[in-house]
């Protein structure tokens, strides 16, 4: 504990000190004897004092007004006011979760009036008051987050969940706040959990109508989807991935490869027929509505598109497999579509040769043997079937062409292709 609050001392003048109280994650985060990522601190302190010591104001719409500064050791330093030292214990009994709920004085003494200690022992998660659900409606999807880390709600603040009709309340907290919690839980040990728990206590329909409709649609024929429903598929697929990878990126994209599949007419289940290209529409608004990266939309949507494709890799002609590489290449998902491809079903095994093939995708006109002048003489589109041709010619030096394919030159690119 000493070099953090030694460095937390080295911020503030001395002066400061018995009015400066480490809190929430931070406290949390030290008796774990986990390295922290940023310093909550709470301070009896006036804004000028704060002000003169750079730290300016933020004021939220749905949050407490709070105080920033950058550390460059911990990175943001947040500091709550205080209207004084009395009201520490207060503003301690506003927070979300017991385990948070914890201060520390610099001078090493643990404050805990709602016996957060024990909760954190257990690992727990038990909401602070009736009123924590109220107050920020969005500490349910943080609760959650924190099941994805490993902890456990007790059954008095999944009842607390239950009893709030939460819809009109979630309605009010900004879409970034909910995403946020969704990328955090996406880089938890289980986040599966986040997603499950979304479901069993039914809140989050407004942010996720996606995930709400899946438990009522076939992932598939049951020949090929024995485990039924596409949502016991999608969390299937998303705990296959999370094993190989804690990107939540690749995670995000492994829970919704198919989402195309929601576009599919009832009358044609089980089967979802071009639900690639309708996952590639749906997966880019899905995205925008939930305000992620353009990174999120562009790799959602090429992996739903592709991915069935590249389930078939054996099958494929050596001028596909170079094409499905180089759009690869283009959306950044060299490594996330094998990877969501291999656990689309259970005992999936590495794709051979799709590592040669983006190595290849990724060659330049002139790695492939083509004359820069010759290409200057053509047209665009016969210089793209020039470059591919010799791509595709490389790719059978180093693999055998497809099952049933001769070596013959690969077609040209059609229009728009």
């Not at 998660?125 to 987050?145: G, K, N, Q």
Request: charged content about 25%; proline content about 6%.
């Amino acid at each position: 504990m000493n070099p953090v609050i030694d460095h937390v001392k080295g911020l503030f003048p001395a002066t400061c000190h018995d009015r400066i109280f480490l809190v929430g994650g931070s406290v949390r985060d030290l008796l774990l004897g986990r390295a922290g990522r940023d310093i909550d601190l709470a301070a009896a302190l006036s804004g000028d004092e704060l002000a003169s010591l750079g730290f300016r104001l933020v004021v939220g719409k749905s949050t407490a007004p709070i105080w920033f500064g950058h550390d460059p050791v911990f990175g943001t330093v947040e500091v709550t006011l205080l209207s004084g030292i009395s009201g520490l214990a207060a503003d301690l009994g506003r927070r979300d979760f017991t385990i948070n709920a914890l201060a520390m004085t610099l001078a090493g003494e643990v404050i805990d009036p709602l016996d957060g200690r024990r909760d954190l022992e257990q690992r727990l998660v038990r909401a602070c008051s009736t009123r924590t659900f109220l107050d920020d409606p969005l500490r349910i999807f943080r609760a959650f987050r924190f099941e994805s880390d490993g902890w456990h709600m007790t059954a008095a603040t999944g009842a607390l969940i239950r009893e709030r009709e939460s819809a009109h309340l979630l309605a009010a907290v900004p879409v970034e706040r909910f995403t946020r919690e969704m990328l955090k839980a996406l880089e938890a040990p289980e986040p599966e959990r986040f997603f499950q728990r979304i479901l069993e206590l039914k809140v989050g329909k407004d942010r996720l109508p996606e995930l709400f409709r899946m438990p009522h649609i076939p992932a598939g024929p049951l020949i090929h989807h024995p485990e039924g429903d596409l949502f016991t598929h999608a969390i299937q697929v998303l705990g296959r991935v999370s094993e190989r990878t804690d990107d939540p990126l690749a995670r995000f994209c492994a829970l919704f490869h198919d989402i195309g599949k929601l576009a599919t007419d009832p009358a044609l289940y089980p089967r979802h027929h071009g639900h690639d290209e309708a996952g590639f529409t749906l997966a880019r608004a899905f995205c925008d509505r939930l305000r992620l990266p353009a990174t999120y939309r562009t790799a959602l949507a090429w992996v739903s598109k592709l991915h069935g494709t590249l389930n078939r890799w054996t099958e494929l002609r050596d001028a596909t497999r170079v094409r499905m590489a180089e759009q690869a290449v283009k959306a950044g998902i060299t490594g996330i579509l094998p990877l969501v491809s291999l656990s689309d079903k259970a005992g999936g095994v590495e794709i051979e040769g799709w590592a040669d093939a983006v190595r290849i995708a990724r060659m330049s006109a002139t790695d492939v043997g083509i004359d820069p002048a010759r290409l200057e003489t053509m047209a665009a589109g016969k210089r793209a079937d020039l470059i591919l041709q010799k791509r595709v010619e490389e790719l059978r030096r180093l693999i055998p062409p497809s099952s049933g394919e001769k070596a013959t030159p690969p077609p040209q690119r059609r229009s728009g292709q």
